[in-house]
């Protein structure tokens, strides 16, 4: 086995800088208080820009936590309403069985309202309430009664939903005034 030793300078290496090599001969020179005060300087300088570093992708780190958490709220209330939107027939189709006397029909479309209504969906289909093409969908319309402020919904013809607050379907209705 070999025991020497290397005479090359020895340098360290961190995030992709070399430190400069120690010389051991001015190891033994007095050290100055300047010398000193110089030294201190540079680590605080050192220490305060790793210190400026971790704050910064701190902060980063805390929007893209944030961004990550408004994408993710953002898909799930896209992918509820994509659902509600696809049980919509369903619901029509269980009103009109009902509408034509099928039994045992009208428990399960009530189950499914609740359950889709407890998750954020909204039914728009108030008779008298003013109408709002927002909500609606005039599909009749006929002549109102004197002094009447507007259009009112006289009859709906289709019931319409929302979901937690974004209109799925417009409720189609007959128009009064």
Known sequence: MNDETNDAPVADVEDGAAEAPIDIAAADAPVTVEDLVAALEAVTAERDQHLADLQRVSAEFQNF???????????????????????????????????????????????????????GLQVIAEVDAAFDPNLHEAA?????????????????????????????????VKVKG
């Open 65 to 119: 936590r944030k961004q990550t958490e408004k994408r993710n709220s953002d898909f799930a209330a896209q992918a509820g309403s994509r659902v509600a939107e696809a049980l919509l027939p369903v619901l029509d189709a269980c009103d009109a069985a009902a509408q034509q006397g099928v039994e045992g029909v009208e428990p399960i479309a009530d189950q499914l309202r609740v359950e889709l209504e407890r998750a």
């Open 140 to 172: 009749v319309s006929e002549p109102g009664d004197d002094g009447q402020d507007g259009p009112v919904v006289a009859q709906v013809l289709r019931t319409g939903y929302a979901w937690n607050g974004r209109v799925l379907r417009a409720a189609m």
